[in-house]
């Protein structure tokens, strides 16, 4: 991904993603992260501060991969470290993030995930994920047989369409893959299911959720970015698939979007 200086310039002073005032960005360059969550480290301090807060994370091997300014996806979030004094690392936080995201109910003793941002060379084990938060979903149910698990996370309408069967989403910054989308227009309920395997429970915290427990969701980049352009044809995404929404996608109006 190519940003321009005056987009990084334009992100680090303004911290909002300029289509939506619902994303929060505090990664000072622009970091890419994979899903893999290669630590899971414990918040050992919480100190609050003109609305905002120090998160001080516990975990002696994230101390020896990073550096000061470097960005890490803390429950998939993009942060950037702030100091480090092993075994700790210190992330400031500013109060829209806190707000609009999971780790305004964080507390001294939660484990999080944590994972480094890309760099050259490095493998794409899971999908590409920026460390920005579209949203919280809650989770609404478990489905357990054996071996075989699935959980189902309800989610607000700003994420419907965004969320297809087989695509991907990271759940507190875990690369996963849709198994199931539900949506019920007369109760508004909207949910998607995700089949977690054994090492992903036992490996991550996902394991620790409970029913109503909220969870950070970012939706995936290449999905996110053809909705948009579906949008400024005039698709609405929610009814994403219906005959007439299609027969309003033709060659005349990709064109006109310079697609053909």
């Given at each position: 991904?190519?940003?321009?200086?005056?987009?990084?310039?334009?992100?680090?002073?303004?911290?909002?993603?300029?289509?939506?005032?619902?994303?929060?960005?505090?990664?000072?360059?622009?970091?890419?992260?994979?899903?893999?969550?290669?630590?899971?480290?414990?918040?050992?301090?919480?100190?609050?501060?003109?609305?905002?807060?120090?998160?001080?994370?516990?975990?002696?091997?994230?101390?020896?991969?990073?550096?000061?300014?470097?960005?890490?996806?803390?429950?998939?979030?993009?942060?950037?470290?702030?100091?480090?004094?092993?075994?700790?690392?210190?992330?400031?936080?500013?109060?829209?993030?806190?707000?609009?995201?999971?780790?305004?109910?964080?507390?001294?003793?939660?484990?999080?995930?944590?994972?480094?941002s890309?760099?050259?060379?490095?493998?794409?084990?899971?999908?590409?994920?920026?460390?920005?938060?579209?949203g919280?979903?809650?989770?609404?149910?478990?489905?357990?047989?054996?071996?075989?698990c699935?959980?189902w996370?309800?989610?607000?309408?700003?994420?419907?369409?965004?969320?297809?069967?087989?695509?991907?989403?990271?759940?507190?910054?875990?690369?996963l893959?849709?198994?199931?989308?539900?949506?019920?227009?007369?109760?508004?309920?909207?949910?998607?299911?995700?089949?977690?395997?054994?090492?992903?429970?036992?490996?991550?915290?996902?394991?620790?959720?409970?029913?109503?427990?909220?969870?950070?969701?970012e939706?995936?980049?290449?999905?996110?970015?053809?909705?948009?352009?579906?949008?400024?044809?005039?698709?609405?995404?929610?009814?994403?698939?219906?005959?007439?929404?299609?027969?309003?996608?033709?060659?005349?109006?990709?064109?006109?979007?310079g697609?053909?």
């Open positions: 991904m190519v940003v321009s200086a005056m987009g990084r310039m334009a992100m680090l002073v303004t911290g909002l993603r300029g289509d939506d005032s619902r994303y929060v960005q505090h990664c000072v360059v622009a970091a890419m992260f994979t899903g893999i969550i290669r630590y899971v480290g414990r918040v050992q301090s919480i100190r609050t501060h003109g609305g905002g807060a120090r998160f001080v994370i516990e975990h002696s091997a994230l101390c020896g991969v990073v550096s000061l300014g470097d960005s890490v996806a803390v429950n998939g979030v993009c942060l950037t470290v702030a100091s480090i004094d092993a075994p700790n690392v210190s992330f400031d936080v500013v109060a829209e993030t806190l707000e609009r995201t999971t780790l305004g109910s964080l507390g001294n003793q939660q484990r999080v995930h944590l994972e480094t890309l760099r050259v060379g490095d493998s794409i084990d899971g999908h590409f994920v920026q460390g920005h938060v579209d919280m979903g809650k989770l609404s149910g478990k489905d357990v047989s054996g071996d075989d699935v959980y996370f309800e989610h607000g309408p700003e994420l419907t369409g965004l969320l297809p069967p087989k695509g991907s989403v990271a759940i507190d910054g875990v690369s893959t849709i198994a199931r989308v539900e949506h019920s227009g007369g109760t508004g309920q909207n949910r998607f299911g995700v089949a977690l395997i054994p090492t992903t429970l036992s490996e991550t915290t996902l394991g620790e959720r409970r029913i109503g427990d909220l969870v950070n969701l939706t995936d980049i290449i999905t996110r970015t053809v909705a948009h352009q579906l949008k400024v044809l005039g698709v609405p995404i929610h009814t994403l698939g219906g005959s007439s929404n299609v027969e309003r996608v033709t060659m005349d109006a990709l064109r006109e979007e697609f053909a």
